[in-house]
């Protein structure tokens, strides 16, 4: 390849890696707005039980389970700097333990594996002979089972039943008519956006200017559930929190999800998603394939035609050469026999030498 070539190639690759982190989604930032209160929602432990008495193979062996859970899920968090995790501690009895992490995306790290310190010493001193168990604070959710199956349907639970939990403010909007009819339609907004993200969670903000108040929503998945499941959570969310307005915040939580209003900042303005976008069905996801596949076509077009340039600029060369090498070795008595060789038709350069080579 020569040095032309070679500044093709640099400014193909230049282009195809400016469009893929022109579109590269932002990091979450840490959030100092909340005062990190971090309001606890619902705790819930199910036992196994046979005939009404505790079926646990082994305590001793549960607990363990538990802790070694609990231990690999934050080690997670720490190591992979996530917000979701999963750990597993299988036994050859029945006190296997399947567990699940999730902290709210707005939030730091640190923040996530402090909620999830506070919700793992509620579930150890209140839950020890806990089976099916699950607890779920403003920043965070955490949750075991002796299967694995409520990862893929969070409404799978192996003892006992899981309800959605409602929790509304005690303070009312000062122009509730208002209020009511900007949150109404935010919360809407909000729940038809949230399964069309590509990672079921929003967080966005909307002015009531009569009011002087601006209102934050936040909404989550469960991970891993499909789009399905997290449309119809949302929408008990939406009929839940329409229950709180005109309170000036509402939490709803269930199996599912996961969705809070209030006119006090919980997170950055800089941290919200744009809905509008979403709603439009332009998500993030979307457009990142997009891009992509634009930047790869434009890479394979920008190298093709740097190829094709150069094997035109070659099999013209080839086609001077040939004339002068003619002249050169044709003998004048057979000039004619050669003009009908197929020389000018072929463009492949090992092909042009063969006639010459077979007449001579
Ligand atoms: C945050 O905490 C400070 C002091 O602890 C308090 O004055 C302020 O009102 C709090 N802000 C919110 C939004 O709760
Ligand atoms: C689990 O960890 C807690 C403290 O985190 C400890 O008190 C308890 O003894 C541990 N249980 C087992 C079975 O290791
Ligand atoms: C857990 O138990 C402690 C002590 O009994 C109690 O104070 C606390 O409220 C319980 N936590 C939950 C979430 O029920
Ligand atoms: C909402 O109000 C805040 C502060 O008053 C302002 O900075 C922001 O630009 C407003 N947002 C919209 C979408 O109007
Ligand atoms: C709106 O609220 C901001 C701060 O919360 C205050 O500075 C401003 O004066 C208020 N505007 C009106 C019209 O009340
Ligand atoms: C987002 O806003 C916070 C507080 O306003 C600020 O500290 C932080 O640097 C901002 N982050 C970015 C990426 O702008």
């Not at 907004?189 to 399964?195: G, L």
């Not at 499941?229 to 939580?253: H, K, S, V, W």
């Not at 209030?262 to 941290?271: D, I, K, L, M, V």
């Given at each position: 390849?020569?040095?032309?070539?070679?500044?093709?190639?640099q400014?193909?690759?230049?282009?195809?890696?400016?469009?893929?982190?022109?579109?590269?989604?932002?990091?979450?930032?840490?959030?100092?707005?909340?005062?990190?209160?971090?309001?606890?929602?619902?705790?819930?432990?199910?036992?196994?039980?046979?005939?009404?008495?505790n079926?646990?193979?082994?305590?001793?062996?549960?607990?363990?389970?538990?802790?070694?859970?609990?231990?690999?899920?934050?080690?997670?968090?720490?190591?992979?700097?996530?917000?979701?995790?999963?750990?597993?501690?299988?036994?050859?009895?029945?006190?296997?333990?399947?567990?699940?992490?999730?902290?709210?995306?707005?939030?730091?790290?640190?923040?996530?594996?402090?909620?999830?310190?506070?919700?793992?010493?509620?579930?150890v001193?209140?839950?020890?002979?806990?089976?099916s168990?699950?607890?779920?604070?403003?920043?965070?959710?955490?949750?075991?089972?002796?299967?694995?199956?409520?990862?893929?349907?969070?409404?799978?639970?192996?003892?006992?039943?899981g309800?959605?939990?409602?929790?509304?403010?005690k303070q009312?909007?000062?122009?509730?008519?208002?209020?009511?009819?900007?949150?109404?339609?935010?919360?809407?907004?909000?729940?038809?956006a949230?399964?069309?993200?590509?990672n079921?969670?929003?967080?966005?903000?909307?002015?009531?200017?009569?009011?002087?108040?601006?209102?934050?929503?936040?909404?989550?998945?469960?991970?891993?559930?499909?789009?399905?499941?997290?449309?119809?959570?949302?929408?008990?969310?939406?009929?839940g929190?329409?229950?709180?307005?005109?309170?000036?915040?509402g939490?709803?939580?269930?199996?599912?999800?996961?969705?809070?209003y209030?006119t006090?900042?919980?997170?950055?303005?800089?941290?919200?998603?744009?809905?509008?976008?979403?709603l439009?069905?332009?998500?993030?996801?979307?457009?990142?394939?997009?891009?992509?596949?634009?930047?790869?076509?434009?890479?394979?077009?920008i190298?093709l035609?740097?190829?094709?340039?150069?094997?035109?600029?070659?099999?013209k060369?080839?086609?001077?050469?040939?004339?002068?090498?003619?002249?050169?070795?044709?003998?004048?008595?057979?000039?004619?026999?050669?003009?009908?060789?197929?020389?000018?038709?072929?463009?492949?350069?090992?092909?042009?030498?063969?006639?010459?080579?077979?007449?001579?």
């Amino acid at each position: 390849m020569d040095h032309q070539g070679l500044k093709w190639l640099q400014m193909a690759v230049l282009v195809v890696l400016l469009v893929l982190l022109l579109t590269k989604p932002g990091f979450s930032q840490t959030n100092d707005r909340d005062n990190n209160t971090n309001v606890f929602i619902i705790m819930y432990c199910g036992e196994k039980l046979y005939f009404g008495q505790n079926a646990v193979m082994s305590l001793p062996n549960l607990n363990k389970n538990h802790n070694l859970t609990f231990n690999e899920l934050r080690t997670e968090l720490l190591s992979k700097r996530v917000l979701y995790a999963r750990a597993q501690a299988l036994s050859a009895g029945d006190d296997s333990v399947f567990a699940a992490a999730q902290c709210r995306n707005y939030l730091s790290v640190d923040q996530c594996v402090s909620c999830f310190d506070t919700a793992v010493a509620q579930l150890v001193t209140n839950c020890s002979w806990g089976t099916s168990a699950y607890i779920s604070y403003d920043n965070c959710f955490v949750r075991y089972e002796d299967s694995v199956d409520f990862y893929n349907n969070p409404y799978v639970m192996e003892y006992g039943n899981g309800w959605p939990r409602l929790s509304c403010g005690k303070q009312s909007a000062s122009q509730p008519t208002i209020f009511n009819q900007v949150v109404d339609g935010f919360l809407s907004d909000v729940r038809h956006a949230t399964p069309k993200t590509s990672n079921f969670y929003v967080a966005s903000t909307r002015n009531i200017t009569s009011e002087n108040a601006t209102v934050y929503v936040t909404a989550q998945c469960a991970e891993s559930v499909n789009k399905a499941i997290c449309q119809n959570c949302m929408n008990r969310a939406y009929d839940g929190l329409n229950d709180c307005l005109p309170n000036t915040e509402g939490r709803f939580f269930d199996m599912g999800c996961f969705a809070r209003y209030s006119t006090t900042p919980f997170f950055n303005a800089n941290q919200t998603i744009d809905i509008t976008n979403v709603l439009k069905g332009h998500s993030s996801k979307v457009s990142v394939i997009i891009a992509t596949v634009v930047g790869v076509i434009l890479f394979i077009l920008i190298v093709l035609s740097w190829f094709l340039y150069r094997s035109w600029k070659k099999s013209k060369r080839t086609e001077q050469d040939m004339e002068v090498v003619r002249e050169q070795i044709t003998p004048k008595g057979h000039r004619q026999d050669i003009k009908h060789e197929p020389i000018r038709t072929r463009k492949c350069d090992s092909l042009v030498v063969h006639p010459i080579t077979s007449f001579s």
